[in-house]
Each structure stands twice: as structure tokens, then as C-alpha cells.
């Protein structure tokens, strides 16, 4: 459980981030992409973008080791240039102390590039930023644009949740389970923190490459980032992809993918199995599936179960003509 503690200064600066950041979605991407979870909805996507890094990425590699990654390359500027060159400023005592700190618990000593990056020596920095700027064109730069779109319906969405009921109501709905108490604000982690903000606000950053917990960002003189998952939990396609409303059938199976576009009005259990023709049991099944998925929502009205497309599956079936997912 992580407990974030907000002074009244705090509540005034939380803000949402107004445009993607390019190395943000490319670090939970490369996180995503060596994680063993979702294997049905990402391994052809994770094997395909493995094959298809090239040699100059490997240096990043070698920066992150193990699932830890250092501070440094949290960085949340929303053009690519602002965020390498802002990596590149990082204080060189942080740079030392987080290098330090991701191989204290490594057997193997740390390649000599990073031993070189540690006193830092300016090609080693600009040995990163090619790996950088490399594993960006290849994993994220062919779908930015579909990236970008998600983000301004995920950030329109909020924008109307704090107009219509205030910035509580967005952050007990931004993180499933989350709850807002006097002035703190508790999600599941996997991890126990307390985090006083003291004035320094928050930063609230949608990611569509990552499915699992938040994650924080929490450095010295800065707002706390909390980088939240909002994607449809599918990997992304190029721009101009075709054939999307079969690429999330066969992601979701068809009966799923039909139950889904049809709960944009409010259905009955036994109304899904008449209008798909399929049995009452059947359609259970598959909507406690898409609820599992958090892709709809189920509420009993007397003996019959109401079920209604979630925002997060809403986000998913609008994208369908167009780029944006594809089965792995």
C-alpha cells in the first residue's frame, strides 16, 4: 500500500500531464517488454520488439540490469530532445548514487561504459543517449501517434472529472481500489511507502504500454510523478494498421469482443445470451471475464445482473477503424 500525504499547498499543484512523455512510455515499454506477465496479449509483441532492438540499445541493457532501474531516467518531459537532454543534466552526484545503488546487489561487476558514465566521462553520455534514442525509434516511435491520441482521450476524461466532481473524485477513479482519506491518498503496491509531499505536488502520467501497478517517481525538489496504467492492456499498433475490430476479436474472442460493443447501453445477463444467441451461462462466463479485465461493470438490480462498458473499455472499442491494438 502506498500513502501519499497532501498538504493543502499539495492539492493545488496535482495536475495531469497534458501530452505523453516519450521516455516515460519508453521506459515501462522496455519494462513491459522484459516482464513474463500477459504472456496471451504481449508475447508475440515482446518477442517481435526483442528481435527488432538493435545493437546500439544495449547499453540500456546494462544501466538496468534487474527490474530495478536507476532515478535518473525517470524523466517526464513530453518531447524526446527535452527528455534526453534532460537525462543528460541529471546531477552528477544522483547519477553516481542511483548507478551505485542498481549494482550494489549484482555479482558481476558493472560493464566499463557505465564505470565511465559514473565519473561522468561525455562519450559514455553520449553512448546513452544513442541507446535511447534508438530503442525509442524502434519500439515506440511507429505507434507514437496512436500513443498521443490515447493520451489526449485519457486526459480529456479527467479534465471533465475534476469539472463536474473535483480532484477527489479523479483520484479515487484513476487507480482501482484507491481511496482518499482527510489528506491521503492510498492505492495497492506491492510495496509499503509513505510519501510526504510538502508542497511539491503531483504529477499524474497515463501510460498504454504498462498493466500493473502504479508507479512512482519520487525525487528531491521535484513533484512526486505517479505514472498510472490506461491502455486497453493491448499492445499498440503502427499508424495505418488495418483489420483492428479483428485484431481485438482475436485478442478477446469473438463472443467477448461482440459483448463488449454491445454494452454501450446498460444489458441484462439473459438480453447478452438472447442477442448473441448463446446460453445464459455462456454469457455469464464471458462477462465475468471482461469484468475481470475491467472492461465492464456488473451490478445486481433485483434478480437480474446490469452489466455496462467501463471507461477503460469504452477508450478500447473507440478505437476500432482505427490504429491502436492488435493481438500480440
Known amino acids: 500500500m502506498i500513502r501519499i500525504h497532501f498538504t493543502a499547498a499539495d492539492v493545488a499543484h496535482v495536475r495531469f500531464a ?30 517481435r520488439l526483442l528481435r527488432s532492438l538493435p545493437a546500439a540499445v544495449q547499453p540500456l541493457g546494462d544501466l538496468v540490469p534487474a527490474e530495478v532501474a536507476p532515478n535518473f531516467l525517470d524523466v517526464f518531459s513530453d518531447t524526446l530532445k527535452d527528455g534526453l537532454d534532460t537525462v543528460r543534466a541529471s546531477r552528477p552526484e544522483l547519477v553516481r548514487s542511483e ?6 546487489r549484482q555479482s558481476s561487476p558493472a560493464p566499463l561504459w557505465l564505470r565511465d558514465l559514473h565519473r561522468g566521462d561525455g562519450a559514455a553520455w553520449h553512448l546513452l543517449r544513442r541507446a535511447q534514442q534508438a530503442a525509442f525509434d524502434t519500439a515506440l516511435r511507429p505507434v507514437w ?13 479527467h479534465a471533465l472529472t475534476v ?3 473535483g480532484i477527489g473524485a479523479a483520484l479515487t477513479e484513476l487507480v482501482p481500489g484507491a481511496r482518499l482519506h482527510e489528506n491521503v491518498w492510498a492505492f495497492e503496491a506491492p510495496y509499503e511507502g509513505d510519501i510526504m509531499l510538502r508542497g511539491r505536488g503531483v504529477l499524474l502520467l497515463p501510460t498504454f504500454h504498462w498493466t500493473g501497478h ?55 445477463t439473459s438480453e447478452l445470451a438472447r442477442r448473441l444467441n448463446v446460453s445464459n451461462a455462456t454469457a455469464s462466463a464471458h462477462t465475468a471475464a471482461l469484468r475481470g479485465a475491467g472492461l465492464i461493470t456488473s451490478t445486481r438490480a433485483g434478480r437480474a445482473v446490469l452489466h455496462r462498458r467501463t471507461a477503460l473499455g469504452s477508450l478500447l472499442v473507440q478505437r476500432r477503424g482505427r490504429p491502436g491494438s492488435e493481438s500480440g
Open 163 to 165: 469539472a463536474e466532481h
Open 99 to 104: 548507478i551505485e545503488r542498481v549494482y550494489a
Open 145 to 157: 501517434p496512436v500513443v498521443q491520441d490515447l493520451h489526449q482521450a485519457e486526459f480529456t476524461r
Open 18 to 47: 497534458p501530452r505523453p512523455a516519450p521516455l516515460q512510455e519508453l521506459n515501462v515499454a522496455l519494462m513491459k517488454m522484459c516482464s513474463l506477465d500477459d504472456a496471451l496479449l504481449f508475447g508475440r509483441w515482446r518477442r
Open 214 to 268: 502504479p508507479l512512482i517517481s519520487d525525487l528531491p525538489g521535484r513533484p512526486v510523478a505517479v505514472t498510472y496504467p490506461a491502455g486497453p492492456g493491448l499492445p499498440l499498433s503502427p499508424a495505418g494498421a488495418t483489420g483492428s475490430d479483428e485484431a481485438l476479436a482475436g485478442v478477446l474472442g469473438r463472443t467477448r469482443f461482440d459483448i463488449l460493443l454491445l454494452l454501450g447501453e446498460e444489458h441484462t
